[in-house]
């Protein structure tokens, strides 16, 4: 598992407010010759039908989505401050325009059942989709002017923490 540890969730002590916010995630789905990854930094961590569950929101027009869609499996990757330039160009750059899948610097891990990670990440989601939907109904006003003025909305997917990895060191 190169230096992960399979962690219980509840014995995380990283605050995931200021991770996904401020440090940002890569979300990664596929299978071993044909998969994309994408920078997030919207999500939700929780607990659904009496389990561990992370909720990631990926518009349409990403090429990610289509990953998703098409796999059981999602990953969600922490990354120390030095991948900063990486998560900057996979949150502008996409899969459709630059070849993801060989970045050098990044070292995709393939779990069996198509679980992606990466062995410079420091904290990883793999999660198991249980629940999707598009976020189109309902959004106030003034949040659909803000934030979709193109109408090109969220999906919504739901996965089970099948499994939470950490490396030994600190998460800077
Ligand atoms: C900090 C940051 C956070 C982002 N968060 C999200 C997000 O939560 N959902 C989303 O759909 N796009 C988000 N994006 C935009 C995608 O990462 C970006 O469009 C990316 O190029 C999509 O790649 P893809 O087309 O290869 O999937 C974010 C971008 C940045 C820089």
Redesign the pocket.
Known sequence: MENFSSINVKKLKENLFHLLDDK?MLITAGSKNNF?M??????AFGILWNKPIAIV???HN???LNFIEENDLFSLSFFPGKYREIL?L???????EID?MNTPGLTPIFTENNGIYYKEANLVFICDKIYFSDITNEIPMAIKKQYYPDNIF?KMFIGKIKSCLKKTEEIR
């Open positions: 940002w994309n994408m920078t997030a930094s919207w999500g929101f990926i518009r990403r090429y990610t900057k996979y949150g502008t750059k996409s899969g459709k993801k969220h």
